[in-house]
């Protein structure tokens, strides 16, 4: 590892500083942030013990020695091994709710989650949500969400990675969520308790297994069991579908994030009445069918 100059005391130095060996060094990002700014602050605000919810006062702080070394750590790894971020300080936000996250899981990373913030509105009552499933729960960002705007909801987190489950069941509990979001081993459907849901969400694998290897070497960090679905990228997907009449309640929703294979998965079921849902804050591929 080469060695790089220590970061800047002041911390608004020390992210300007950050961001610009960032961009030279041509990162790729998605990951939870999107640009080297954002990803420059997360890891100055984590060496510096640092809350960004006290931003902009923070970036008049300074960094002790200890910290400037800490940081500078990160910085070299985050160019050198192309480690994400997240990985890097163990810690990510969802629909605005902190996550524990490590390489035995995927990045939270999907659009899905302003729909979870906005309660799924306009397309159900919130009333009448009782219970929710999630497939492919990773960490469990998406069932804890669910779990954070449905109060009185119970959350099925299912997931085929027992590894995966074991980061979820840390987050269930450090978001005292225990009584109502239950990690299940389930693959898709196979392993679920019985009973129909009112929601049905998923952020599955959906990239073709000829394209992981060409992905940025940001994601050869993640689980290969979160990315790869298949010749098509449709595996996952094509089951969720298959078996959607036999778990949702009426009235339910299905909601399903396919990434760029939406034009695929369009082609693919040209007789269902897919809705592609748009996002204020960006991304897409993702859709909603109704049980009807």
Same mark, same amino acid.
């Given at each position: 590892?080469?060695?790089? +100059?220590?970061?800047?005391? *002041? &911390?608004?130095? $020390? ?6 060996? %960032? =961009?030279?060094? /041509? ?49 070299? +790894?985050?160019?050198?091994? *192309? &480690?994400?971020? $997240? ?6 936000? %969802? =629909?605005?709710? /902190? ?55 119970? &959350?099925?987190? $299912? ?134």
């Amino acid at each position: 590892m080469t060695s790089i +100059r220590l970061p800047p005391a *002041r &911390v608004a130095d $020390a992210i300007a500083q950050t961001a610009r060996r %960032f =961009a030279r060094a /041509e990162l790729a990002f998605g990951h939870g942030t999107d640009n080297p700014w954002d990803e420059a602050a997360a890891l100055v605000f984590h060496a510096g013990g640092l809350r960004h919810a006290d931003a902009p006062a923070a970036y008049e702080a300074v960094l002790d020695l200890a910290q400037r070394r800490q940081l500078r750590t990160l910085v070299q +790894r985050r160019i050198e091994e *192309r &480690v994400p971020a $997240a990985y890097l300080t163990g810690v990510t936000w %969802f =629909a605005g709710h /902190e996550m524990r996250v490590d390489a035995r899981v995927l990045v939270p990373r999907s659009p899905i989650a302003e729909l979870i913030a906005a309660q799924f509105a306009p397309f159900i009552d919130v009333e009448r949500v009782h219970r929710v499933l999630d497939i492919g729960t990773g960490s469990g960002c998406i069932a804890i969400a669910c779990a954070h705007a449905f109060p009185t909801a119970q &959350v099925d987190a $299912a997931d085929i990675s027992p590894e995966a489950l074991t980061v979820a069941t840390d987050n269930i509990a450090r978001h005292g969520l225990v009584d109502r979001v239950h990690p299940v081993l389930a693959d898709v459907y196979d392993g679920l308790p019985a009973g129909r849901y009112d929601i049905i969400v998923s952020n599955p694998p959906y990239v073709p297994t000829a394209d992981v290897a060409a992905l940025p070497a940001e994601y050869q960090h993640e689980p290969l069991l979160g990315l790869d679905s298949g010749p098509d990228g449709l595996a996952h997907v094509r089951r969720i579908l298959e078996g959607r009449g036999q778990w949702l309640a009426p009235g339910g929703l299905l909601v399903v994030e396919v990434g760029n294979t939406d034009e695929a998965v369009a082609q693919a079921w040209p007789d269902l009445p897919f809705l592609w849902l748009d996002f204020e804050h960006g991304g897409g591929g993702v859709f909603l069918l109704r049980m009807e």
